[in-house]
């Protein structure tokens, strides 16, 4: 019986870099210990069909938490900012969870192994947004002496999720946490602290973005902390970030290790 499981998802379009992502774990020998599910968010019959002897379970995404359909009418794909918050629903059977989003790859099994050891005692496996594959998520531009203008994509978000201007203010100079990658124990107290803010900023936010600025609400307001000897180093793990119609992307390592 598996107990380690690594989740992605995908629509039709993102389905080939979805196969390169699954390809790339089961190239090592280690992934055959590891169960490896993939949430539906509009893949073909057919595609399915390519994923049954490479995958152990593939279920449906759902809306987990209610949106109105105005936000999401014809766009599927956008039930990866809810329902990764909600995988031991989806795939009650296993202990720890990893999630990787289908535009990155395994470059090291060892990344692997460290992202399961993070998550231990009910921690959160995570690391911050950096890399030169992502633009600066905060900024300051001074005018004249001490006028600035200040801008955040953690406080852009936040204030437009109403979720309160003390929260946002709080969150906008936190380190931004980046959600493609993450792992979580089956019994960790942090899915339902991450649903409770999703909940509140998809009620007033943008759907795409909700479940990044739900993590870090979480993890700067709600003390859902990573392991205190957590280091991020620039080494292992590769993250392919183009998008399907783009065959040639931006490559970056990310990967953490643990003292």
């Known amino acids: 019986m598996k107990k380690n499981v690594i989740v992605s998802l995908a629509d039709a379009n993102y389905f080939p870099l979805l196969e390169e992502l699954i390809d790339s774990i089961k190239r090592f020998s280690e992934s055959e210990k590891v169960a490896i599910c993939v ?33 999401v009418k014809g766009k599927e794909w956008l039930k990866s900012q809810v329902s990764r918050a909600f995988l031991p629903k989806y795939f009650p059977s296993y202990d720890k ?9 395994v470059n090291d099994w060892g990344s692997i192994e460290l992202y399961f050891k993070a998550c231990s005692n009910g ?56 959600i493609g990658v993450f792992s979580l124990e089956k019994n960790s107290n942090g899915w339902e602290i991450w649903q409770k803010n999703l909940s509140k900023t998809l009620s007033a ?5 909700s479940e990044g600025l739900a993590i870090n609400m979480s993890v700067y307001i709600d003390d859902l902390r990573p392991p205190i000897n957590l ?29």
């Open 39 to 71: 949430l539906d968010a509009g893949l073909t019959s057919e595609q399915k069909k390519k994923l049954f002897n490479k995958v152990d379970e593939i279920k449906s995404a759902e809306w987990d938490i209610e949106v109105p359909n105005y936000k």
């Open 97 to 105: 969870y990893l999630w990787i989003d289908c535009d990155a790859w």
């Open 123 to 178: 921690k959160l496996g995570i690391t911050q947004t950096i890399g030169p594959g992502y633009k600066i998520t905060s900024k300051v531009n001074w005018l004249f002496g001490k006028l600035a203008i200040i801008k955040s994509q953690n406080f852009k978000h936040a204030i437009k999720s109403k979720i309160g201007y003390d929260k946002a203010r709080k969150l906008a100079f936190a380190p931004h946490i980046n």
């Open 205 to 209: 936010g943008n759907v795409f973005g």
């Open 231 to 259: 280091k991020i180093i620039l080494s292992t793990l590769p993250l392919y970030l183009a998008k399907p119609s783009t065959p040639s992307g931006t490559y970056f390592d990310l990967s953490f290790c643990l003292d």
